[in-house]
């Protein structure tokens, strides 16, 4: 079974913003922008979908 590569970019971006979350005070937009999307609303979503908690509950279960 082939690779999708726009999944892997789309994992590796997420394993990132999962580690902003964790590690620093970012804001949920800035942590978008940085891991290399442009819409927060979009972002949030995926996150949500991907990891199963949207980006701030992730960061509370995490501290």
């Known amino acids: 079974m082939a690779h999708h590569p726009g999944r892997w970019i789309q994992n590796r971006r997420l394993e990132a913003a999962k580690t902003l979350l964790e590690t620093t005070k970012l804001g ?25 908690l949207p980006p701030g509950e992730y960061r509370r279960q995490s501290q």
């Not at 891991?35 to 979908?49: E, H, I, K, P, Q």
């Open 28 to 52: 949920v937009s800035e942590i978008c922008y940085q891991v290399g999307y442009r819409d927060t609303a979009s972002f949030s979503r995926l996150f949500n979908r991907v990891i199963g």
